[in-house]
């Protein structure tokens, strides 16, 4: 038996019954809910867990890149939604290909972006489906007017390659909400993509159904209401430092990073052995880089490449040179792809590693 | 013959002229001030550029990892400083089979550190070289009062397999300097190197020789002071946007990341498809996480995973969507950790594909 204390370190643990407990959570309440769920993989970019979501009812994946979606692809998920924009001939090389081996989705917030994608569907033969994206308040891609949304649906029409099924939008601005405001928030989005939706579907001259939207706190409120048909958050089999400060259970964080002190310069600091290549460079002035497990007011306030600087805070605790302790980082996403593997945990046992297979799939 | 134009994005560039423009200015200016010069490889992870940088007449390399240090003495480097703490059983066990294999460096900053070192080599039966970590005021590790540099010579005394050098210390708190306050910034750590070699010397009972400093913006004006002996610079192989606003010409920038416009929501945003994941989590409200090559004034101000939101600010320049446009990213040291590859280019030509054969070694 290999326990957490032999690992060496910095090393990614994920507690198998924490990771179980969400995954299962959250597929339930898209279950009960009547909605899609289709959960965001680059958390973990692992095929195990993607497995794991499957299981527990999921109705597909949602990866980033054409080259995460190869991964899973080649693993035998069948049902994939890259929810970003293809540009570029490589990109829609790829995709016509990957559309043969699975049922693919892709977004489009532009007529650039939809006709380059419709042509090559065309002439590979294959069908894509898509959805329009909406930006609700992010700011960042999506059709921020009726008209642009109108224009893609119109263009469409005329081709028979591309399958339009709806909208959909990634509601990051929910990480800057608080609890009370996220019921509001998510009904103004929702309100936001239906009337696109609409208005697509009048252009389109077909039923549109879908309204997808995805982020792992606003997943609770989102699958109250009535029009939204799928949810894609991802975050929620990890969680990490900033989903607490959102309200999150520490109790549900299945993400640590195993980090040894290798300093202690003062009795308020330690130094550890991880710094932003092995927790990532997020981080905020909220949670800085994340906190100690079991000691949430110890938090990593700044990190160079290798050196976590832990201040200890108002806490009595006073970890000594040479001890190993778990740093739940600031974003588990970014966390995970500065790995190669997830040491897979339960109490202090080590029961698998298992391969971070997407990693540093960027393209 | 491949073209930038060919490839899929993102990626990283590295222009080979500049590149080795850097690589010789620097080795000349420490042979010049008759330093020995030991460069950082973690900014570059790759053995063809250290191969470069011995080429061009380094001593040796200095890495942060034990883990780094086993890919470069495999390579067959033969002098490799880890300017790191070692701490625990593994690391421990890793380097002294090191140490068989190159004449291997280490640094200490307390007794607690250095006497499991002490003792692993004798074991071993193995010499390991040691520095010991001064913190001149960057505010990480490293030893701050005199008393504890005297208990680790005093140690060292007792033990005949660590041979102790001298000092040495990571500067960082140059890149919080202006170009004017450099100089006296520079003649501060180094008395404070000084006394602290001194104080060891006599503790140890042999001279101590070695007063090794370390980093970029602080290397031309360390290079005049006499008592340094030792430069161990690492980004200025590549250079970046923080080494741009610290005063570097942007024509010594070799590093850039390819990336593509993937949406247009605005007349002043551009958004690209090269997020934290590509560019890393690295960047400050000085210069945002990179800016555009040729056009400076447009800045990535904020990154998602996949995204980077390019500001166009003040320029009349309006790249078209499915334009390639390269980034000069925040912190190339911790961009180089996101890829595999790096695409050696000269103009418009792409000459080589080396491996980032270090990339994501943590341990």
Redesign the interface.
């Known amino acids: 038996m290999l326990y957490i204390a032999d690992l060496?370190?910095?090393?990614v643990l994920v507690d198998l019954d924490v990771l179980k407990a969400n995954i299962e959570e959250m597929a339930t309440l898209s279950m009960q809910a009547g909605k899609r769920f289709r959960p965001h993989v680059?958390t973990h970019k692992c095929i195990e867990i993607a497995t794991m979501q499957h299981d527990a009812g999921a109705d597909g994946i949602t990866v980033?890149?054409a080259s995460e979606a190869e991964v899973f692809a080649a693993a035998g998920f069948s049902d994939i939604f890259i929810a970003?924009?293809i540009?570029?001939q490589?990109?829609l090389d790829h995709i016509v290909r990957l559309a043969e081996t699975c049922r693919l989705t892709v977004g489009l917030?532009?007529v650039?972006?939809a006709e380059p994608i419709a042509r090559a569907a065309e002439a590979r033969g294959v069908v894509i489906q898509a959805l329009i994206e909406v930006?609700t308040g992010h700011?960042?891609?999506?059709v921020?007017t009726v008209e642009e949304a109108v224009r893609i649906a119109t263009l469409l029409r005329t081709y028979g390659h591309v399958s339009l099924q709806g909208v959909y939008t990634h509601e990051?601005h929910a990480y800057r909400a608080s609890r009370e405001q996220l019921p509001e928030l998510c009904r103004n989005v929702v309100r936001n993509l239906s009337a696109m939706r609409e208005a697509a579907e009048r252009a389109y001259g077909e039923p549109l159904l879908a309204v997808s939207v995805g982020s792992t706190p606003s997943t609770q409120a989102m699958s109250t209401i009535a029009e939204v048909t799928e949810l894609r958050p991802g975050n929620y089999v990890f969680r990490d430092a900033t989903q607490v400060r959102l309200g999150s259970p520490v109790e549900r964080c299945a993400l640590t990073v195993l980090t040894?002190?290798?300093?202690?310069?003062s009795s308020t600091e330690a130094?550890l052995?991880?710094g932003?290549?092995?927790l990532?460079?997020?981080?905020d002035c909220l949670c800085g880089h994340g906190f100690a497990l079991g000691h949430p007011e110890a938090r990593v306030d700044w990190c160079?490449?290798?050196?976590g600087?832990l201040h200890l805070g108002t806490s009595n605790w006073r970890p000594a040179?040479?001890q190993?302790i778990r740093i739940v980082p600031a974003h588990a996403?970014?966390c995970v792809?500065?790995?190669?593997w997830l040491w897979i945990v339960r109490g202090d046992e080590v029961l698998a590693r298992w391969p971070v297979s997407a990693r540093?799939r960027?393209?």
Chains 1, 2 share one sequence.
């Open positions: 060496d370190t910095p090393c680059k980033a890149k970003n924009l540009v570029g490589p990109k917030d532009s650039a972006v930006d700011g960042r891609t999506g921020r990051g040894t002190v290798i300093a202690r310069p130094v052995d991880a932003s290549k092995a990532s460079g997020d981080g160079s490449e290798e050196h600087h040179l040479g190993k996403c970014t792809n500065m790995h190669s540093g960027l393209l």
